[in-house]
């Protein structure tokens, strides 16, 4: 790694690309599915109205984060353009064919990406409210500035991405430490398999591991949140010591942060978090291209720079990057501060922008799992009828299926039903749901895995909730079913449009 140039990261800079990337095909492929029942012209929080809002009111143009749609009226139509475009253009830096022109090309693609999606997180409501919203924003933002491939990454851009990801990392190990005593006695992973927002395919089986296993997957997750990402700037030390020790120490800090985040992937649906901190983590791992030359060996004729160029980079570009890192610098004091402060923000963006953002999950965890169940019937009396439930994607009902893998893709609905039972009263949003079901919305019932009722209208719906545990095998051998629930509370309705 030199000054200017970091020659042996160009492998981690196609990783950075490529992936960061195809996580944004994923976003805007899941907004393109999802966007317009949950938000759109006719949806359960519609966006126009929060437009109309922010129009007329005094403050609610400074509440609004920078969107396309402040200027271009939202129609459901412009939103699917939208989508499409970025999942065009990412997917055309997925298959590398910006960086083959000049710098600024796929400079300018990522930034299209970044606005673009930042033009749908701004009006997303409840149903954006993730942060690997803003971590996707600001991996795109810092991607626009890696260059092409006809000349090296830029050293100031690599370590941006060693800071996004320490912060990343680093943040959350901080969240966990000032959160939940479950985290200090080491039982936090005794519960999170089975109460975390949406289980996968392995998470029973990691549930049911051994209680000092989980003590250890604790221990592990502290080890590779608080000590580990400070190694991550151990390349650096390369720029004054020479020899590949840095270098490698920088290496084995992304693989042991790779392997964790591997697996979270395998024992649960984050949506893109993991994907992408695992993408990011690539970024600290180097790759020498140049061979230390043996004493016996011929001096090589150091190669001419052409005018115009440093170390492979224009100067142009130099000059541009540079500014980003000095921007960067700048906007780092609030992130910084916060990773040290008592009370510790979570997901937190300290400007409009959302770059620099502070990351962090779990800093508590839930000990108990409540799933809120629809039902519907078609019968007059709801006294005496009999009850049908809405089957969904990727939240637990049916006891005896197997939870599916769609990581990275986010089911925006199926987490925000895990939200519910943990505030204090439902959202408005979830009143709107049960009209929608009520009224047989074709857009809302594509959402979910299973309508009894096969497009029909019920004549009433409501919510119960219950508790889940998954079962021990000596339960699974018997009744083959993966969960078990029990403590059945009406949560909302019976309802009716009908009177």
């Given at each position: ?36 029942p949950l938000l759109g012209e006719h949806g ?377 039972p943990l505030g204090r009263s439902l959202d ?72």
């Open positions: 790694m030199d000054a200017s140039a970091a020659v042996d990261f160009e492998f981690a800079r196609q990783v950075l690309q490529r992936g960061v990337a195809a996580l944004f095909v994923v976003a805007f492929v899941s907004s393109l599915n999802q966007f317009r359960l929080l519609p966006a126009p109205e929060l437009l109309e809002w922010v129009r007329t009111s005094k403050r609610g143009h400074r509440m609004l984060r920078p969107t396309l749609f402040r200027y271009l009226r939202y129609t459901d139509r412009r939103l699917a353009a939208l989508c499409w475009a970025g999942i065009v253009i990412a997917a055309t830096l997925v298959i590398g064919l910006p960086q083959l022109g000049p710098p600024w090309v796929p400079m300018l693609c990522f930034l299209a990406l970044w606005l673009g999606y930042m033009s749908i997180t701004s009006i997303g409501q409840t149903f954006y409210g993730f942060g690997w919203e803003m971590l996707l924003l600001e991996a795109g933002f810092l991607g626009a500035f890696l260059g092409s491939d006809d000349q090296p990454p830029p050293t100031v851009v690599i370590v941006l991405f060693w800071w996004l990801v320490f912060r990343l990392e680093f943040g959350a190990g901080m969240i966990k430490i000032r959160g939940g005593r479950e985290w200090r006695d080491l039982t936090a992973l005794t519960y999170h398999h089975e109460t975390q927002p949406m289980p996968g395919p392995l998470s029973r089986q990691a549930h049911l591991l051994p209680r000092w296993f989980h003590k250890g997957e604790v221990l592990g997750n502290h080890f590779a949140q608080l000590v580990v990402p400070w190694f991550l700037f151990a390349p650096l030390v390369g720029l004054f010591v020479p020899g590949p020790g840095p270098a490698v120490v920088g290496a084995v800090a992304a693989a042991i942060v790779i392997a964790t985040q591997a697996w979270l992937v395998a024992t649960g649906n984050f949506a893109w978090l993991n994907w992408m901190t695992i993408v990011l983590a690539f970024s600290a791992i180097g790759v020498p291209l140049r061979q230390a030359q043996g004493p016996s060996r011929a001096p090589v004729a150091e190669p001419v720079e052409a005018p115009g160029v440093i170390d492979g980079i224009p100067v142009y570009w130099l000059v541009i990057t540079c500014a980003v890192g000095v921007l960067y610098l700048v906007i780092s004091w609030w992130p910084l501060q916060n990773l040290f402060a008592r009370r510790q923000l979570m997901n937190a963006s300290f400007n409009r922008w959302q770059l620099a953002n502070a990351y962090g999950a779990f800093g508590t965890v839930t000990k108990e799992r409540i799933e809120i169940i629809v039902e519907g019937t078609m019968d007059d009396d709801p006294d005496t009828a009999t009850w049908h439930e809405y089957g969904f994607k990727g939240k637990p009902g049916d006891v005896h299926r197997i939870p599916r893998q769609f990581a990275p893709y986010h089911l925006r609905l199926d987490w925000l039903m895990w939200f519910l408005d949003w979830f009143t709107a749901f049960l009209v929608r079901l009520l009224e047989a919305d074709a857009a809302t019932l594509r959402l979910l895995a299973h309508d009894p009722f096969a497009g029909e209208k019920p004549r009433w719906v409501r919510a119960v909730s219950y508790r889940y545990r998954f079962t021990t095998r000596a339960e699974f051998r018997e009744s083959h079913a993966r969960w078990k629930r029990d403590r059945r509370r009406p949560v909302m309705g019976p309802a009716s449009l009908r009177r």
